[in-house]
């Protein structure tokens, strides 16, 4: 929940999606959903550090990243960075440009994690994961596979380290959206409930607590 106070009789702000699973036929209805959402949010933070701005990037540096990781985007994070590219939401996606907190392998981005886990460590998924995702700063992290695309949530604080969480990017990016809802709205149990209807209560119990 943000520690900011908007009591206004006026908020949420009157383009605010509601608290809610939208009907997302398209891309074009899902760049839609996500743009409104990102503004709303961006409304809830205004004249804070934290506020997300829209920043696309441009194509060019998308393929040299992709040069430099071996191999591609997952199409749905890639079409968000090349159209949207906030990056300072309910959790911080990491940055196509390079940077400190930016996507990267995951042994990149934790080394560690080689000595934490050594004893209980799947070495050639690790190997697969690039991270994406920056979970809050604590350390965790969320990552795609390069193979499958599919999502990782890596956790150095609580075994297991890796647990598939989603099919997607998309699933996250959708997820993560509903965080930001909930933020606005002030109504994390809602929010919650939500997330557990459609990807299950242990994922969320896992994600958030």
């Known amino acids: 929940m943000s520690d900011l106070d908007n ?3 006026t908020w949420p702000p009157a383009d605010c999606p509601a608290l809610a699973w939208p009907a997302l036929p398209d891309p074009q209805a899902r760049l839609a959903w996500y743009q409104a959402v990102i503004k709303a949010y961006a409304a809830l933070w205004e004249g804070h550090v934290s506020a997300p701005m829209l920043t696309p990037v441009a194509e060019g540096a998308i393929q040299a990243l ?9 199409a749905p994070l890639r079409q968000y960075h090349l159209q949207l590219g906030a990056l300072s939401l309910a959790e911080t996606l990491c940055s196509v440009h390079h940077g400190p907190v930016c996507i990267q392998p995951l042994l990149a981005a934790y080394p560690g ?3 934490i886990y050594e004893d209980n460590l799947d070495l050639p998924l690790v190997e697969a994961l690039v991270a994406f ?3 809050l700063g604590n350390g965790n992290m969320f990552c795609f596979h390069r193979q499958d695309g599919a999502v990782y949530y890596f956790d150095h604080d609580t075994e297991p380290a890796l647990t598939r969480f989603f099919d997607s990017t998309q699933d ?8 930001c809802l909930a ?4 109504d994390d149990d809602t929010g919650e409930a939500l997330l557990g209807a459609r ?3 242990s ?5 958030l607590y």
């Open 113 to 115: 994690i080689t000595d």
């Open 183 to 186: 933020e606005v709205h002030d």
């Open 172 to 179: 996250y990016l959708d997820a993560l959206m509903l965080r």
């Open 7 to 9: 009591t206004s009789d």
């Open 66 to 74: 992709e040069q430099q990781l071996g191999c591609a985007l997952p």
């Open 203 to 207: 994922l969320v119990r896992k994600w």
């Open 133 to 135: 995702g920056d979970y």
């Open 199 to 201: 990807y299950g209560e």
